[in-house]
């Protein structure tokens, strides 16, 4: 995954720390342009960079400091932090100072983007900040040797290199696909919050974590009674904005859109071209009836939008593919998402390999009505709910899968849900659908088109979410805020079907939906419901696995958690592929990491940079070209 990793070791190895840092730098290259770049700040830490020629990030280095922007800022400029750094650089308590001045700067910023600070004096600090929502993944672990911080897990895993499986958090990724809150899958691995500034002492490796925004998604109480047209109109006029900024941050690229034919890719299309801005419309089609009406669909938009269009056809993903997506994102997408890798390449082939993608991603979590379908006195109700409509296994089979008790595994989903700063159960389950599900599962989709393309959705651009957000829910409980927003938006986009439905926006729903919101009222009715209706792809075999599963229990880290009678048992019998899948993708991702643990010494033909000393750029971005030594022959390649 490109992006920034920072790590601090207080004691004596930090030497080694570093060369194994720089070894796992050295294997990330998803595409041949892949480049790292480790630079040793002072004797105890280093910072880290894996990116390819056009993955926004800059490097900036001043006698007393080094600072890393990782990602886009929309409203304004990543510069303004290279200009605070240059500023405070003289300052005695520069850390405090950057530490306090992030915060206020990016709780005002439309931004994406992770921000590191080293002081050079080893007696200094280490600040790390994200953006309001944490729009991109940022992992850390801190032991009694050192700190590491990173936007791939195999980074840490590779520097503490004795990281072990933590139960509940498979067990979550078993059942949701992806772990609750800030737990990962990996003990003593966490995921930074969204809106963190967090500061780490040098000399101690103590650390301090600061959040300067709480989301809090309350219940709106405005007026429901008053005219929608207004507001939507402004919400409209909103997203047309944010998406123009989206634009205009990378003028020089070519945009491309992912369209579907639901709502949200068609209003991003109606917003740009509302907007004066140039995308070309692509449309996957993977040869089912289902992929025919969407490409009919998305043509009919991109023909009502004006918008140049294309369409790719899908295949069955080879082998290696469906290894790669597991690989890509650390387990953190499932094997079966192999197909978005076309979606890349294909987007690649429209608009060069330095496109920039649009996607209607987050549309489905601000816009339509979020609250559970029936009323929730507990918890426990609440943790059963979304257990059974989130899931790929249910509680009982993910327990018994690693030996822990249904009880234990209940209690880590009520522990998260507890966390969450609403007071009512109902706006705790809307806290879970979007920044668990839509942060946890959400996000990491978007982090694997970053792997090769810069890719954004003006649903989350700050202003309009929380405008979105703050539209009563009396408005969305009908379905029909949508299309009036989509009328705001563009006459013709209201009145094309929506390819989910087959019927236009805001039209009272068909027997089909009904019956599917009537069975979410039980949870145990709507898992039987869903597991019947996807019995009938059980005779399909899952199509790769990447060793046998006896082999793949054998590693370490499988050996030591799951039940291998369970396991065995599960994969044997008929199930849905979603389960196979969710599981192999686990124990696969288990595998991986316990290789990587094995990360030794730099290998001898490195592909990694180490500067021992930046200040020959002082004041300098490094931005444009670095000489990479391969093999003692120096070459360029662009970070």
Known sequence: MPGVTVSLDCTAEHDCTRRRLSASLHYESHTPDYRSLLHRVNDRSCVGVATYPDYPILLHATANALVAVDGAVYDGSPHDVIHKVDEIDSAPDRGNQIAMWLGQWLSDRDAECVIVYAERDPNGTVVIANDVLGRLPFYYSQSSRCFVASRSLRHIVAVQNGSQPDPLGVAQSLIFGYSLGSR???????????ASVMT???TTGAMQTTAYNHWCLEADDSDPSRPQDADAQDLAELFVDCTRQRRNTFTDRSCVLFLSGGLDSRSVAGALVRGGCSATALTRDDGTPVGGRERATAQHIAAACGLPWEWTAFRQPYPWEYQRIIELRDG????AMATQLQSHRAAAAVGGDDCLVFTGDGGDKVMPYLRPPRRLRTVRQLAEMVSAQTSFLGIQRAAALIGCTEQQVLESVEEAIESYPEASIEDRFVHYMVFERGRRWLFEGEERARAFQWATSPFYAIPFFRRALSIPWQWKQSGRWYAVFLRALSEKLATIPDVNTGRPPGTPPRFRAKIKALVS?????????????????????????PLPVAELLESASAAALF???????????????????????????LHQFDKQAELEALPKRDATMVIENMTAVNGQLVAARIPVHLDNQTKQADV
């Open 563 to 589: 039940n291998r009678n369970q396991i065995e048992h599960l994969l044997s019998t008929p199930q849905p592929l979603t389960i196979h899948w969710q599981v192999i993708t686990v124990l696969w991702s």
């Open 332 to 335: 953190l997408n499932y094997g």
């Open 521 to 545: 009222h039980s949870p145990r009715l709507e898992r039987f419901v869903r597991d019947l209706y996807t019995r009938k792809t059980l005779p399909k075999p899952i199509p790769w696995q």
């Open 200 to 202: 780490i002492s040098q």
């Open 184 to 194: 990962t899958y990996i003990r003593d691995i966490s995921m930074l919050a969204p």
